[in-house]
């Protein structure tokens, strides 16, 4: 009963990540490319509740000036934090024209609540945006992992014979291959300065279509031992077609296999996005993910002055853990059913 | 001893394998290959036309994958145009490093994490048992790019171990102690990020099967006659989980080398690892697949390796052979 | 070796002719796969509204025989003459409109159905795959089949899990019935249930035949319930039928040393031994 209700919660919790990131247009108070060099590299806005006129119900922040060789407050003008106030126009899930934001602050005070980068940019809205493309890579290459491991893996396991040996050898070879350098090198052959999008797209096509091996040998492991199950032999006698006997009794199985496996591939998806990105591989400027995000680190004085620029490692150890503690917990409430 | 040529065709069959995945990529566009090279401004036309006579472009393709096989067994691995050098020679060095580095954490890894797995599961402590379970999830789940930034940033931060590179400057007029210290100290870091990764996946593993072990009716049966939990433990239980714990290895390595590529460009340790990527940002293609290769075959091997260690330690392999006469 | 033609009134429902099944064993590339013979060279035939009892020893090919006939696996040479047609010859799309004539039940009724699947969603199967009626008129066969195998209709929602062992085999006869077979092939049925389920069962076996007319196969490896059940008998033995005949007969004077052995093996029965000792 406790493991349900762990998972439950992770589930939940996962769930929520995922629709605040949904909605990163609602929940960023800037733009996140929108740049401002006045304020490179400032540290997190402070929010205050007590100031010269004494405590305030309603937290509230002053605006940042450039001082001798960092950020001090400008004290002389207290600016109140708003719920829902009117910020820069963003189009929420890509359809509707919004401006209204869930907090924010007026000018000139800038509410950035992670710092600002390089180029003054909202180092909280850049989380959020950055969340979109990470966890969208880790899904979207999860799917396609999982749709050709189950393709390949039914086909080897329901036909058998040669085609078996020759998929299943191609899976151990994939499998002898140090996965990490497969990608970096598959990546090499691809162009390298492509749009975004296609980057993306390109991105996790690769990640994806490289991990089929362990799946699929699962799946075939799973339609082998179906296709010889007396229902499924009775099911052909009465006249069943392959396709029949697959969608019917067969590939149900399957899914006791791709659920578990979806949840641990998804976290190691994002990281291998991560760090494509963190290299220059992967999804480039000026779209923010959180591996290109964390390659400014690579600079000694950035990684030694500026820690909230670390902030994308704290969502990325986040979302990873709450997606392996689903796998592992998953994974018990499966071996005891 | 079946066993061991079986598994010896084997590997080679995935040696023959990778080196066609490998000949496949060089053959992707070879026009757009050469095409790059002649946009950069520093090769001269008649250094690409021999290339291209070279490399033997206008061959069928089984003649191509030949010859291409030809060259590697020679030696030739192609021209790496950013260091203006042969790739043999360059891989050569870059790939003792990442030996030392990956060989070191290997050894480390499995020194730690199989005793830490045994006691774990055999010792009655539990809350000794569940802080470490729980650490090594923890371990596991985070990414290894946020373990190597984050021990980046403390160790510049605090000083506390050399950072940057495999030496320092003046390496070579320190006596053999000084180098062996200095290497120490910058091996420090990319050696504990390493750890922080490994432990956690091999841990767990060799837990579970020990407890598998532990539990089955046999285990029972011996602690019922009086065996002492000593002997128990050595004797008869740890013999049987070896198995799939070796087993483990192949997957252990090809995470290993993963996580190396990314330390290794990270504390800036001069191997494999920076050098395919910088390959890869300038297009030098022949670098990547070499070092593709090269980092497929170290697989492979460690694989191998991980085989005979298994017919040494399971005698049911041994005489599997016999017994299937 | 002769076959004896059971003297019949019109011609038999089933003729097997020659039957031979091999197995490879699986073996590595470089050694030799061995050939098994399954079923060797078999010749049977078999009326309308009889019983044909097949008996023997473990791995002597009875299962491989019926799963050959009910063309479940392909057979490697010979002849399957069902109302004279040979179905040995068909693909699978000419067999389809064969494939309602002969239906198996097997051993284990739980491996037989799908445990995700209802009650009512297994006896119909037969006649979704066939697409025979509507939805509504499956539902109402269903409840009749039910009903005549003792079932309630009221249990057509239940999963399978909920049934007793002698309800899942009565279900699994009533989802070979929905396609109103002529022949149905009893592969070792009756094991694995308790005495008095088998005696249910073969009760019911028993009103079912003289109902619908049915012809059946009966494996088993259980004399006494094939010579309460079968008319005649067949004795297997690596592959080959080694006796033939009316089970009266072959059970109280066995000629063969393998029937005999089955025989005295299962108490209750007593052997008289032809006159010279040993077999003809």
């Known amino acids: 009963m406790r493991n349900k209700t762990a998972m439950c919660v992770l589930m939940i919790a996962l769930v929520l990540v995922h629709l605040a990131l949904l909605f990163a247009g609602f929940f960023a108070p800037y733009d996140p490319a929108a740049q401002n060099r006045d304020l490179s590299y400032a540290p997190p806005t402070r929010i205050h509740f007590v100031g010269s006129t004494g405590f305030h119900w309603g937290p509230f922040t002053y605006g940042m000036v450039k001082d001798f060789d960092g950020y001090r407050e400008d004290q002389s003008q207290q600016i109140p934090l708003r719920l829902f106030a009117k910020g820069d126009s963003y189009t929420l899930l890509w359809v509707f024209h919004c401006k209204t934001h869930f907090f924010g602050a007026d000018r000139p005070a800038r509410l950035q609540l992670f710092g600002a980068d390089a180029y003054g940019r909202d180092e909280f809205s850049r989380l959020l945006y950055g969340g979109q493309i990470s966890l969208a890579a880790g899904l979207v290459a999860t799917l396609i992992t999982l749709a050709v491991a189950t393709i390949i893996g039914t086909v080897s396991g329901y036909y058998g014979k040669w085609i078996d040996e020759m998929l299943m050898g191609s899976a151990e070879l994939f499998l002898a291959l140090p996965w990490f350098y497969f990608l970096v090198g598959v990546r090499a052959f691809l162009p390298l300065h492509v749009s975004p999008k296609e980057t993306f797209l390109l991105l996790i096509i690769v990640i994806g279509v490289i991990g089929w091996a362990r799946p699929a040998r699962l799946i075939r492991g799973i339609v082998l031992s179906a296709r010889t199950r007396n229902y499924v032999v009775a099911a052909r006698a009465f006249g069943g077609s392959d396709f029949y006997l697959l969608r019917r009794h067969i590939l149900p199985e399957t899914f006791a296999v791709l659920i578990p496996q979806a949840t641990l591939l998804i976290p190691q998806y994002i990281a291998a996005e991560a760090t494509l990105s963190f290299f220059g591989l992967g999804i480039s400027e000026p779209v923010p993910s959180w591996g290109n995000m964390l390659s400014t680190l690579q600079q000694y004085n950035v990684l030694v002055s500026y820690s909230w620029l670390l902030a994308p490692a704290g969502a990325l150890v986040i979302t990873s853990v709450m997606y392996w503690r689903l796998a592992d917990r998953l994974h018990y409430w499966l071996q005891s059913h | 001893m079946r066993f061991l040529l079986r598994r010896l065709l084997r590997a080679l069959l995935m040696l023959l394998g990778v080196s066609l995945l490998c000949f496949a990529f060089t053959q992707m566009a070879p026009g757009s290959f050469f095409d790059e090279m002649r946009l950069n401004p520093q090769i001269s036309p008649e250094t690409i036309a021999t290339l291209r006579a070279h490399y033997g472009l206008n061959r069928p393709v089984p003649i191509r994958y030949a010859h291409w096989m030809l060259s590697l067994a020679k030696g030739d691995f192609g021209y790496c145009i950013a260091y203006n050098s042969p790739v043999g020679p360059l891989l050569w060095t870059r790939a003792k490093n990442t030996l030392l580095l990956t060989a070191t954490a290997t050894i480390l890894t499995w020194l730690i994490a199989v005793p830490l797995g045994v006691w774990s599961a055999s010792s009655r402590r539990r809350l000794a048992d569940r802080f470490i379970g729980a650490s090594s999830s923890l371990m596991i789940s985070v990414p290894e790019i946020v373990v190597a930034v984050a021990l980046l940033a403390v160790a510049v931060r605090w000083r506390l171990v050399l950072v940057g590179g495999m030496v320092s400057l003046g390496f070579d007029d320190l006596s053999l102690w000084g ?78 080398l993963g996580a190396s590529l990314l330390v290794e460009v990270v504390t800036g340790w001069p191997g494999l690892g920076p050098l395919i990527l910088e390959a890869t940002l300038s297009r030098d293609l022949y670098v990547v697949i070499a070092a593709t290769m090269l980092s497929a075959i170290l697989m492979i091997a460690g694989n191998f390796l991980a085989d005979l260690l298994l017919i040494a330690s399971d005698p049911r392999i041994r005489d599997g052979e016999a017994h299937a006469q | 070796m002769a076959t004896e033609t059971i003297k019949a009134n019109h011609s038999p429902l089933l003729r097997v002719c020659g039957l031979t099944k091999h197995y490879w064993t699986s073996g590595r590339v470089w050694r030799k796969r061995t050939l098994f013979t399954a079923v060797d060279d078999i010749s049977f035939e078999l009326s309308h509204g009889k019983t044909l009892g097949l008996v023997g020893s473990s791995g002597c090919g009875k299962s491989s025989l019926a799963r050959c006939v009910t063309r479940l696996e392909g057979a490697d040479a010979g002849e399957i003459w069902l109302e004279g047609v040979d179905i040995a010859r068909l693909n699978s799309r000419e067999l389809l ?73 009565r279900m699994a006869i009533a989802r070979a019935l929905s396609l109103q077979p002529k022949l149905l092939v009893l592969d070792e049925a009756f094991t694995g249930l308790d005495l008095s389920t088998q005696a249910q069962i073969a009760n019911l076996l028993l009103d079912l035949q003289a109902t619908h007319s049915l012809t059946y196969i009966l494996i088993s490896h259980d004399l006494s319930l094939v010579a309460r059940i079968a008319d005649e008998i067949a004795v297997m033995s690596a592959g080959k039928i080694i006796e033939l005949g009316p089970v009266r007969q072959i059970i109280s004077t066995p000629t063969h040393p393998v029937t005999q052995s089955l025989v005295t093996s299962h108490h209750g029965f007593r052997v008289q031994h032809a006159a010279a000792g040993g077999f003809a």
């Open chain 2, 179 to 256: 180098k062996v210290r200095d290497l120490f100290l910058h091996m420090l870091l990319p050696i504990s990020i390493l750890l922080l990764g490994g432990i956690g996946v091999v841990e767990r593993h060799v837990r579970a099967s020990v407890s598998e072990i532990l539990d089955t009716p046999y285990m029972n049966a011996a602690r019922s006659l009086g065996i002492g939990r000593m002997r128990l433990l050595f004797r008869h239980a740890l013999p049987v989980a070896a198995n799939p714990v070796i087993s483990l290895f192949g997957f252990f390595l090809a995470g290993l």
């Open chain 3, 97 to 169: 409109p064969y494939r309602s004539q002969i239906q198996m039940i097997f051993q284990d009724p739980a491996t037989a159905m799908n445990p995700r699947m209802t009650a009512a969603e297994i006896v119909q199967e037969p006649l979704l795959i066939q697409r025979r009626g509507t939805s509504a008129e499956r539902q109402a066969r269903t409840a009749e089949l039910m009903r005549e195998v003792g079932l309630s209709p009221d249990w057509m929602n239940r999963r399978i899990t909920e049934f007793s062992g002698g309800q899942r085999q």
